[in-house]
């Protein structure tokens, strides 16, 4: 059956041209069949931090359209005996049958964004990535990306619907603008190598089932200073925001392996949504700032659901750290350009509020600066202040290095010109952890003018028992706090567990 298996998907690759061949990233460490067809099964680099270093390791994953119906999938483990078998989120309860001593087999009963992973070795485990259905039939007077190439800028003005085709494209560069008014579509089986700039722009579409990869490092897509920008469907690496707003990134797959390799960056912005996405990052998977990278303002009404978030190194959720009174040397440090009110701009207070996380599965944070550690961090710095917060269904399953709260007002000194005002209405409900290798949380303020306060923990889940202020084992002269091991420091307000 193997022999079979391998067969096939010789066959498929060998239809593509010389140049795709070598040029897309295949991983031959799993052969994977979906109701008997055999899917491509992709290489794409992760990071592994040992000592402090980054370590580059090739995981591997497919991509799944989204249809109807129940999936049969097949997962062939060509690198030897399979001893264990997990596939998460593990919240998702999906049962697994052993067809032989290197072959499993499962069912998936709606389109979903899965992990498997083999033997316990979670950097050359298998994603499988869902991918929505586009019909290029339905498009008008669509320009294929070779067609593009070989326009003018007069004529290149002009189009509306960009679309790459299955097979390899690389953009000269390394990055493409894109221009308002523009809907770029990446069909699946299509590997780009280069990454998409919205800067400046309205009324932008970026969708599709494929993949986006700069060379490298870098954006997949960059979102700056634009305004209704829908990015949905394909596979990336990061996605950032930064002084923009009404934007709206659904069903996007990134997965980035060196340093500083943040995911959905929210900075400086307004009226963002981001669901259904997966994010294994090298950084922080998530995180919303205030004035950062020459992106000035505040941040807010923000939501995130419905997603995936794997922190490979930092925190899978972090809020707060950046604002104006870095604005300086910030820009300076960059070599951006500095604006005329820059001192003006250093001495106001930002405002990040009105945030909601809701429906998310946090499978990992692995980060050994206690600085650093929080699946959900709000680490309050430069003047900002950070209210009106909701983290609401969040599932975090054992993590091996980290902490599952990190609730400051701090001066990180290594970013920030100064400590934050304030947190405050900060809500954490419906919480559900089962313990690893986590370090204690910290809720804590900076002093009586800069406190945290008012942080309600309503039902909050550990190891299946409920942490509240009325447990009928709770010692008096206990904190709630304890058993939930976080430690509640100094200018600290008005927390509550129910």
């Avoid at 290489?43 to 991509?63: I, W, Y």
């Avoid at 264990?84 to 067809?99: E, L, T």
């Avoid at 072959?103 to 998936?108: A, D, P, S, V």
């Amino acid at each position: 059956m193997k022999r079979k298996l391998l067969t096939l998907l010789f066959a498929f690759v060998s239809l593509l041209p010389i140049s795709a061949q070598t040029k897309i990233a295949y991983n031959d460490d799993f052969t994977v069949t979906v109701d008997k067809e055999v899917l491509s099964v992709y290489s794409v680099p992760v990071d592994r931090v040992a000592n402090g270093k980054h370590n580059v390791e090739k995981s591997s994953f497919v991509t799944l359209t989204e249809t109807q119906g129940n999936k049969i999938v097949r997962v062939h483990y060509n690198k030897g005996l399979i001893h264990k078998v997990r596939i998460r989120p593990s919240s998702y309860n999906i049962p697994f049958i052993q067809k032989d001593s290197a072959t499993i087999e499962f069912t998936l009963t709606r389109p979903m964004n899965i992990s498997v992973e083999i033997n316990d070795d979670i950097y050359h485990n298998l994603h499988i990535f869902k991918v929505p259905e586009i019909s290029m039939s339905k498009t008008k007077n669509a320009v294929s990306f070779d067609k593009y190439k070989t326009l003018d800028k007069k004529a290149k003005a002009k189009v509306k619907t960009l679309f790459f085709t299955a097979g390899y494209h690389e953009i000269e560069g390394n990055f493409m603008d894109v221009e308002s008014g523009m809907t770029v579509i990446i069909n699946k089986g299509a590997w780009v190598q280069g990454g998409l700039r919205v800067i400046g722009k309205h009324d932008v579409k970026i969708i599709g089932a494929g993949v986006l990869r700069p060379k490298d490092r870098g954006y997949g897509v960059e979102i700056t200073s634009s305004n209704n920008v829908l990015v949905q469907g394909i596979v990336s690496t990061q996605v950032p925001t930064g002084g923009s707003h009404d934007v709206e990134i659904k069903d996007v797959k990134i997965v980035s392996h060196y340093g500083w390799g943040d995911g959905f960056n929210v900075f400086a912005s307004s009226n963002v949504l981001i669901d259904d996405c997966f994010a294994r990052n090298s950084d922080d998977c998530q995180t919303v700032y205030a004035t950062r990278l020459g992106h000035i303002g505040s941040a807010r009404n923000i939501t995130v659901q419905n997603c995936i978030f794997w922190a490979d190194v930092a925190h899978p959720i972090f809020i707060g750290l950046h604002g104006a009174a870095s604005y300086k040397k910030d820009v300076v440090s960059r070599n951006l350009p500095l604006a005329q009110n820059a001192d003006e701009i250093a001495i106001k207070s930002d405002t990040i509020e009105n945030l909601v996380y809701r429906n998310i599965d946090i499978l990992e944070e692995r980060e050994m600066q206690i600085d650093y550690q929080g699946c959900m961090a709000i680490n309050c710095g430069d003047n900002n202040i950070v209210q009106n917060v909701l983290f609401d269904n969040i599932r975090i399953e054992p993590i091996n290095c980290g902490m599952l709260f990190n609730i400051r007002v701090s001066h990180n000194k290594k970013y920030c010109e100064a400590p934050g005002k304030a947190v405050n209405n900060i809500t954490f409900k419906n919480i559900t952890y089962s313990s690893g290798k986590e370090s204690n949380s910290i809720i804590e303020g900076w002093s009586v003018e800069r406190p945290v306060k008012d942080v309600i923990f309503d039902n909050l889940v550990i190891d299946g028992k409920r942490i509240c202020d009325t447990m009928p084992d709770k010692p008096g002269w206990y904190k709630t706090a304890d058993f939930a091991r976080i430690m509640l420091g100094n200018h600290v307000n008005n927390v509550t567990f129910k």
